[in-house]
């Protein structure tokens, strides 16, 4: 069974999982091996290589689990986290640990291994989104579940281990430290000044336009003020929001078309770079929505990450984010 | 100028450095070039290929920058930050940046080009020891300064771009994200309980010894309850103390063989992995020392780092720590 557990000096929550290291005594570096077209699980005609699915979009009526599909949602064969068993909680001395309760499902994105975002059509990245929104739906049920992740890892550096064009969402009992740190500072700008930071944010950024992006009807595309990382890039909706999953259909539709049109854009200014993707919302738990922004963060894999980055907390970026916007807009279609 | 610049939403603090990258447009993947011996700038004889030294133990009185030393501290040659200049800070807005004001050095550790911390003697450890410490107290006294890091880089998937042993210090007009989150959480503990959260781990820990690596005269070693990373190890003395810098002497003599220790322990049991170490004190703006302990983190790079870790904080670990710590345990001398 997974195991959460809390460090006693900054709070912090990790998952221990020893479930999914293949060998019990295999401590050795990662192979950076991909799983290829060959045997890759996630193509169309290999369903039976996944577990039984848990949503789809299928075409011509066709039964669960059989070939005729346009996306499909499965559990993660090795689960970082487990559905069955109770959230059990307990201290051990100073120390607190619960079961590692919650879900961790693979959105499949398409039948077709070659496809990525940029190649895919608008109205196929929308029907990712839509998977999205009706898992999180599904799961948020549960009432044990206070957050959930939803990400994906394009290509091996950014820590991918199958090609196949697919997502991931793991749902959580607790919510996630940077997300912690992000709603707890959100909280307090509204309870000093009765704005949402993210409102704040996108009128000054699209009134000033030096970081702005790219903007379309509902959604702008920003190079944030303080990037951790070259090229950083958010994904606002111009509109407040604070729940991905009750977005409106046409915000949808807008991010699916600003995805698009920004990781194209980096494909061309940097090489078709490695990147994630990761939505930010509020937990379920929250019953006051009006401080907290939806959105979407894109991480493209550019440096290495020099160590102490992962030891404190502290980076270094050596490209500015007027520099990043400046590009990433000369680059447009 | 570099210039540190602070999320409106988390508060976190980021260093633009546009002058670390060698070509203004060179925004693809860095290449994992590591320099070797033949162009070694930090191996004897090459002194000048260096900045002019700050700090060195010298043999047979030899002249500064001269070929005769067992370890030189020299400016880093694209520093990440800059001495020169003043703290100016500024709004743009809802956003906050300062000019990125501070210190970048690196500790040549040795002139030997194939030593490391395994093969290094505990003596020649602890002369690296006490050169951070030289170098902290005369930086402290800037005051403009609030924190400084001391970090290693060993190996090129920690980031190391050279070869030959060496270290890092940072020195910063702020205080570090993830020091910061320790620093509070330690007073939180110390508020409710009138006690170090480190001394209680610590006390904890040595009596449940599940978790304990080794311990010698002042410091032990532990596999943290909630470790981020496989092999995560903590080293920490035994006894309180707020600041590295401020440590009595028999503790860097325990410090030093306890690094050489575990340091083995790994190269044994993980195949010469590469490594960060980072010292975590007390920020020197603080008068209150009683909640904080000083002590040395350790990460092995055995896992590619799933790249949803970097935009959450939340780490999923296929190793629990009461594994890791039989496992080093077992590699002792």
Redesign the interface.
Known sequence: MP?L??????????????D??KRPND????R?SVIGGEHCPFCAGREGMTPPEVLAYRRNNSPPNSRDWDLRVVPNKFP?LQVEGNLDREA????DRMNGIGAHEVIIETPDHAKTFTTMSEVEIERVLWAYRERILDLKRDIRLRYI?V?K?HG????ATLEHPHS?LIA?PIV????R??IE??RR?FADKERC??C??VR?EMA?GRRVIHENGEVVALA????????ETWLLPKSHGARFEDAPRQQYESLARMLKSVLTRMDR???H?D??M?IHSLPFSEQVTDFYHWHV?I?P????????E????????????E??AQ?LRSFGG
């Open positions: 195991e557990r809390k460090d006693a000096v900054t709070g912090r929550w990790v998952v221990i999982s020893t999914r290291r401590f050795r570096r990662e950076a970082a051990e001395g100073l120390f992740l990400f890892n091996a550096a950014a820590g991931q959580l996630p430290g940077h997300m740190d992000e500072g959100a700008h930071v993210f704040d944010i000054q000033a944030p003020f303080a990037p951790r990382f070259p090229f200014a940097l090489e770079p990147y994630n990761i963060e991480i894999k550019l440096t290495r990450t020099a160590g102490f992962w030891g404190t907390g502290f980076h270094i970026n050596p490209t500015s984010p520099e990043a590009v």
